[in-house]
């Protein structure tokens, strides 16, 4: 997965809103204030969050990749500073190998070396560019112990340590909050199947007609309520299931265009 920039995210952002913004305005003066308003509302949304969930999803697993790669990276050091050689020396020899997306990152901070940077700085600037939250932590683990000098892989080890516990207990974390994203799900199909089972036999004859007359409300008002009331459902569902199983709350944006979508064409289509 290739790192998101971002410049890349403002950009995106800007331009899906744009566009989600004439669709909205293209349906407003096509059809006015109608029912059908609601769907180039509905579509124009989806537009706007598409791509930035898309983004999200893109720069969460190039974060993940490289946090998984981390503890083999300070493995590689303590291996070369066991032979004798420093630690500008042992990173050097860590960028000729291959570690996923760190490896590009890792020959960007001995450029910078190389063209007269301080081992702080291009060590810093490393930090900032990748800028997961475990890299953000080892980095002035990393500095302090190139300034304390001595045997500096006795600090490599048990962060490698460190970070692989980490991983662990993230994954653990994922797996134990996967039945509750999955709970989110079924608490919307079972709003569905209840919703089209209401129009199906409590609302309308066998001929699709009214059963009874509604004074105060419509049956196509009902039905627009019902679609409204599913999509955001749907919409904060996702973010609720996004903050369960990855800790953020725009990683739930791809939950929610799922349910969303699947809320539409349920109601859409089955009613």
Do not use: C
Not at 44 to 52: C, H, N, R, T
Not at 128 to 136: D, F, K, P, S
Not at 202 to 210: V, W
């Amino acid at each position: 997965m290739p790192k998101i920039e971002p410049k890349t995210k403002k950009i995106t952002v800007s331009v899906s809103v744009l566009i989600a913004s004439a669709i909205v305005l293209a349906g407003y003066f096509t059809v006015g204030v109608s029912s059908v308003l609601d769907d180039f509302i509905f579509f124009g949304f989806i537009v706007a969050l598409s791509p930035i969930a898309f983004l999200n999803y893109i720069d969460y697993r190039w974060r993940k990749a490289v946090d998984e790669r981390l503890p083999d990276l300070f493995r590689s050091i303590v291996q070369a500073q066991e032979t004798g050689i420093t630690l500008h020396k042992a990173l050097e020899e860590a960028a000729k190998r291959d570690y996923g997306p760190l490896t590009s990152e890792l020959k960007k901070m001995t450029a910078q070396i190389s063209w007269g940077a301080s081992f702080e700085e291009a060590l810093l600037a490393f930090g900032r560019r990748v800028g997961t939250v475990l890299t953000q932590r080892t980095v002035p683990l990393i500095i302090e112990a190139s300034r304390s000098g001595g045997q500096t892989e006795k600090v490599f080890g048990p962060m490698g340590k460190f970070i692989q516990t980490t991983l662990l207990l993230e994954k653990e974390r994922r797996t134990q909050t996967r039945p509750y994203i999955a709970i989110i799900y079924v608490a919307l199909f079972v709003f569905l199947f209840t919703i089209v089972i209401l129009f199906k036999t409590f609302f309308t004859n066998i001929d699709g007609t009214a059963l009874f007359s509604m004074s105060t409300i419509s049956l196509m008002n009902l039905q627009r309520i019902f679609l409204h009331l599913a999509i955001i459902q749907g919409f904060f569902g996702g973010l609720v299931a996004g903050k369960m199983g990855e800790g953020s709350v725009t990683a739930g944006l791809k939950h929610s265009l799922i349910m969303m979508l699947l809320g539409y064409v349920a109601l859409k289509f089955f009613l």
